[in-house]
């Protein structure tokens, strides 16, 4: 009787415990799924970045560039449990069954990697950002001085009449000084949030006999215009918007006067789509220091290039602000600081070994945010740089239980 007691006891021990263990893979399943994406999103941003760092060290001696990117991710998990039991080991309860259970999760990823290349790519690679990209990205409140730091090629402005190029390069001083001192007197007004880069809009308006329109032209004519009928002297008068180029200034361009939006929309029209327009007027904010031109963006391979060449051929230096420029908040010497050493930094948050070599961004110093940042959106221009990784398949993490 008491052994049948014990039987019936360890049955139902067992049953709890196999239901429990079943439950328990239940609940572990969507925590797994949960730290598995976590830990490949993880994996693929830090290989990212490390790829960025490399190819700057690769820029800075003079070799190709190259990416590859990861196109799909399979993991699959495998639960198992198990029970049974085992006497007891000692005391009165020796010849009692113990119930036992346990269980095991094996993952088994597969992960596709493919380089990243082609004659599309490259052109990518290439091709000068646009304006475009760059107000998005001035738009997340990036510092204004870094971008500009980071993605022009070179300012220009008119001067006697001819349009004048000063090149964001170290070695060609006179053009380096002159874009630093423009770059942080546009830095000091956008850290008194008196920058404005907005889109120039006008209206056009004509006027046309109401009897000239017909049933089917007057159905077209609201598709694309505003339409007032005028009764007094049986006329419409259309009106349309026209969106100009992105200008940045230090005044809201919707106080300017009809005409002088039109000028300078038929001034910035046909510039380059490259080319970012600023206008600083005299009697607003940072008007001290009027300013007119047009800054051109790099293309993404430039970029890299830059900052190898920064490491040593090309160091940057510190540019003193104009004297007409108000106090900056920080007007650092190099656009991202980057660290060269013979062994690994051990206070950087990555760095990559090249040729001996390890490269780093430098995370130490009172210049630690500017250089995460600067590093940021090195990672966003890249994403806006690269086309879709091609890919075999769909990704998907299969739980298999």
């Known amino acids: 009787m008491t052994m049948l007691l014990r039987f019936t006891s360890f049955a139902r021990l067992t049953l709890a415990g196999a239901f429990y263990s079943l439950t328990l893979s239940g609940c572990l399943s969507p925590i797994t799924l949960n730290r598995a994406v976590t830990a490949y999103d993880e994996a693929v941003t830090d290989a990212i970045s490390k790829q960025l760092l490399i190819n700057i060290a690769r820029a800075h001696r003079h070799q190709p560039i190259h990416f590859t990117g ?3 991710i399979a993991a699959t998990f495998d639960f198992r449990v198990n029970a049974g039991a085992t006497p007891a080991l000692t005391g009165d309860t020796g010849m009692t069954l113990v119930p036992t259970f346990g269980g095991s999760v094996a993952e088994n990823p597969t992960i596709s990697i493919v380089p990243i290349e082609g004659e599309e790519f490259t052109k990518r690679l290439l091709t000068p950002f646009q304006e475009t990209k760059f107000v998005l990205l001035l738009r997340q409140r990036f510092d204004i001085d870094l971008m500009l730091r980071l993605m022009m090629q070179e300012l220009r402005i008119k001067q006697d009449g001819r349009e004048v190029a000063f090149r964001n390069t170290p070695s060609d001083k006179q053009g380096y000084e002159m874009f630093r001192r423009v770059v ?29 329109v017909s049933a089917e032209g007057f159905q077209s004519l609201q598709n694309e215009y505003l339409l007032t009928y005028n009764q007094k002297d049986a006329t419409y008068t259309l009106q349309k918007p026209i969106v100009g180029r992105v200008l940045i200034t230090n005044y809201d361009p919707d106080t300017l006067s009809p005409e002088e939006r039109e000028q300078l929309i038929y001034e910035t029209q046909n510039g380059h789509v490259s080319d970012v327009s600023f206008d600083i007027r005299p009697g607003h904010f940072g008007g001290e220091y009027p300013l007119r031109g047009n800054f051109r963006l790099r293309s993404f391979n430039t970029i890299l290039s830059a900052l190898g060449r920064g490491l040593e051929e090309e160091r940057e230096y510190h540019v003193e602000k104009d004297p007409r420029t108000m106090p900056v908040e920080e007007n650092p010497v190099h656009t991202i600081e980057l660290v060269m050493s013979d062994s690994a930094p051990s206070d950087a948050d990555m760095s990559v070994k090249f040729h001996g070599k390890h490269y780093a961004v430098d995370t130490t110093g009172p210049l630690t945010r500017w250089n995460r940042k600067g590093f940021q959106l090195l990672y966003f221009l890249f994403q806006m740089t690269v086309s879709e990784v091609p890919r075999v398949g769909v990704p998907s993490i299969t739980i298999a239980k």
């Open 70 to 72: 990861v196109s799909n």
């Open 184 to 212: 942080t007197h546009l830095s000091a007004i956008q850290d008194q949030n008196q920058l404005y880069a907005e889109p120039l809009i006008s209206h056009r308006t004509w006027t046309i006999p109401a009897n000239s």
